[in-house]
């Protein structure tokens, strides 16, 4: 900012190129969503009464914010997971040989080439009754009946952060690979220990990589109905499920409306608390 | 024929143009469009179906556009006075709510050579049912010895963690609730003593699936022994290899009627009717009815043969005795109250 006004700003850019996703955003993502914003604002399934009845029904029920409650709660505990486990990995990946780090990023981007219903199927099988890990467990004598790790909330925080890991180390990746190796090597000189040298150079340097990965893993985990709804089972209702029902199975579009603009919001609030921090993080870098 | 970028481009734009905006290409009339289900029902009417009436009216244009009863309905609703949609197939609740919404056509029944054929409970003058859907109890004859015979069986301490249900957002989740309220003194209207009887369930529950596909899954993994489940889906499983078997309960199997509707203001009325005969006549129903596709078949002059045959029934006679029909009118009224109450009370 703060150049001086030239016959041709070469700073500015025309907006013309992005018109064309500009329309189709607007088309097909901000239209569908004020349609669903009226939907929303009615008291009947045949939307002829404009009313918040929905929103009071869904705000004033305990029920329903038990479910909107686990589900971010969910997120939280994938996206914890996936940031402890995805952490070494991007760490190691900017500390090893070219060779290595053609392994380490096939590792990573090796889920991403497949669906992500054959991944969670292939979690059914792992967490099965007769799966990998009773099957294993049970051989080494360790328990004589197989544990119940499908249909419960730890089989579903572990298939998702499996299934969403990448999202979280490939910004990590990149984040620790804009960090100048020569701070860690100042740091150790200047009578720094290692890990006081990661929480304090390491960790705030690479924390918009961390703001990146996280939002990305919290919104993915969160909405991945498929794996959800397969490891987790009918009994465990989590937003998108319940979504579902009320549009699908009862036809109750406004209220299925409702619970999406409510969900949409909660998620907004936790994504701008993790911009937040991600702005706060930049006082860090010391510009 | 020489191309250059111009005409490359114009095709392109066509080409673009028609599929964007397919009423251009179907500006005079466009093929009949039949709303089949996705999966074994698809693959049934396009090996079976169509052909069939295909050769009796002279090779007419039909296209199969498999998709859920719930998105049938709001792509008609969506364009009620030209609905891209001729003929709809629908589960008994979805049903009654596109007739309450307006979006059937009476069925020409006078002019029908096969309506008075159907066996009563298929007789539905807003569209007739073509086939049952049967659910029963499927069990791992590995693991169970000794067959079922009740839905009280599943309520024994031997199958402790043993047994699969599914919630209530599938019409077989809704149907067994519904059966077993009546077998503990319920009925349509009242489904309390299948809630209390959920609660003694639970010792027994192993999962809750989220619809009665995963159930095919947890039975290839072991992780049930035993569920409530629809014929025609163990078929399948056990085409594959997986060892599970179907039996009918002592209280009567529940059959559901899947049944098919000209839809209203279609511009095919005329093909549409002749669509749905083809549906009902014996012939296609017969053809149904053998390997692979098992469908119970519901013209009367069907004889039934094979499996169904084997553990469903013999003939028209033992079939209404051994189905157990439910009141779906009775059933939307109260369903979403349901399946909140199990939302929020079934949890293992």
Redesign the interface.
């Known amino acids: 900012m703060g150049t001086a006004p030239a016959s041709r700003d070469v700073t500015s850019y025309g907006m013309g190129l992005a018109a064309p996703l500009a329309l189709f955003f607007l088309v097909f993502f901000v239209a569908p969503l004020l349609q669903l914003l009226w939907l929303s604002l009615h008291n009947d399934t045949a939307a002829l009464h404009w009313g918040l009845g929905q929103y009071i029904h869904f705000l004033t029920d305990p ?1 329903s914010l038990g479910v909107l409650g686990s589900t971010l709660l969910l997120g939280a505990e994938v996206t914890a997971v996936c940031l402890v486990l995805g952490f070494p990995i991007a760490w190691l990946y900017q500390r090893v040989g070219p060779r290595l780090q053609t392994i380490i990023i096939l590792i990573v981007l090796l889920p991403l080439l497949t669906s992500v219903v054959v991944r969670t ?1 292939a979690w ?2 792992i967490l ?4 990998i890990i009773n099957a294993t467990l049970q051989s080494l004598g360790i328990i004589d009946t197989p544990l ?1 790790l ?2 419960t909330q730890f089989g579903v925080v572990i298939a998702l952060a499996q299934v969403q890991m990448p999202l979280m180390t490939l910004p990590l990746i990149t984040a620790l690979g804009r960090i100048d190796p020569n701070l860690d090597d100042a740091s150790c000189s200047l009578g720094a220990g290692s890990w006081r040298t990661f929480f304090r150079i390491v960790l705030p340097l690479s924390l918009p990589g961390v703001i990146a990965g996280c939002t990305l893993t919290y919104a993915a985990a969160i909405t991945a109905f498929i794996t959800q ?2 490891v ?4 465990m ?1 989590f937003m998108p ?2 979504l ?2 009320q ?6 579009w406004p209220f299925a409306s409702a619970i999406s603009i409510i969900f949409l919001l909660a998620v907004l609030a936790v994504v701008s608390v993790f911009t937040t921090l991600g702005r706060l993080s930049r006082g860090f870098g010391g510009e | 024929m020489i191309l250059n970028r111009r005409s490359l481009m114009t095709t392109a734009l066509t080409l673009g143009a028609m599929k964007a905006f397919p009423g251009l290409s179907y500006a005079q009339a466009r093929p009949l469009v039949f709303a089949t289900f996705t999966g074994s029902w698809e693959e049934a009417h396009k090996a079976v179906l169509v052909p069939a009436f295909r050769k009796a009216n002279a090779d007419a244009a039909i296209v199969l556009d498999p998709m ?1 009863s ?1 998105d049938q ?1 709001a792509k008609i609703n969506a364009a009620k006075a030209n609905p891209p949609i001729d003929v709809m197939l629908h589960d008994p609740g979805p049903a009654l ?1 596109a007739i309450g919404q307006d979006l059937a056509e009476p069925y020409p029944v006078d002019k029908s050579a096969y309506y008075k054929d159907l066996i009563t409970e298929a007789q539905e003058p807003m569209g007739p049912a073509p086939f049952f859907q049967v659910v029963g109890l499927t069990y791992n004859p590995e693991a169970i010895k000794t067959p079922p015979t009740s839905w009280a069986d599943l309520w024994k301490p031997e199958f402790k ?1 043993r047994v699969g249900i ?5 019409t077989l ?1 809704t149907g067994w609730l519904v059966e077993i309220a009546k077998m503990r003194g319920g009925s349509e209207a009242n489904v309390d003593p299948a809630f209390k009887a959920l609660e003694e369930l639970k010792p027994n529950l ?6 009665p596909g ?1 159930l095919a ?1 947890l039975f290839q ?3 049930i022994d035993i569920s409530p489940g629809n014929f025609n889906a163990i078929q399948i499983l056990k085409a594959r290899g997986v060892p599970v078997e179907f039996v009918a309960p002592k209280e009567g199997a529940i059959a559901f009627k899947t049944t098919i509707h000209i839809v209203k203001n279609s511009p095919n009325r005329e093909l549409a009717f002749k669509l749905i005969e083809a549906s009902l006549s014996p012939e296609v129903q017969t053809t149904l009815m053998n390997p692979p596709y098992l469908i119970v078949p519901t013209n009367s002059k069907v004889a039934m043969g094979g499996e169904i045959a084997r553990v469903l029934a013999k003939d028209t006679a033992e079939l209404k005795q051994k189905f157990v029909f439910q009141d779906w009118k009775k059933i939307n009224e109260q ?2 109250a349901w ?2 109450r199990f ?2 009370e ?3």
Do not use: D
């Open positions: 029920f199927f059914i099988v099965g009754r007769q799966g119940k499908l249909y709804s397969l987790g089972g009918g009994q209702l499920m319940y579902y029902q549009a699908s199975t009862l036809q109750n | 859920l719930v309905i709510i963690g599914t919630n209530l957002n599938s989740g192993a999962a809750v699936a989220a619809n995963a899954t993994q072991g992780q369903r979403s399946i909140e939302n929020r079934i949890k293992i």
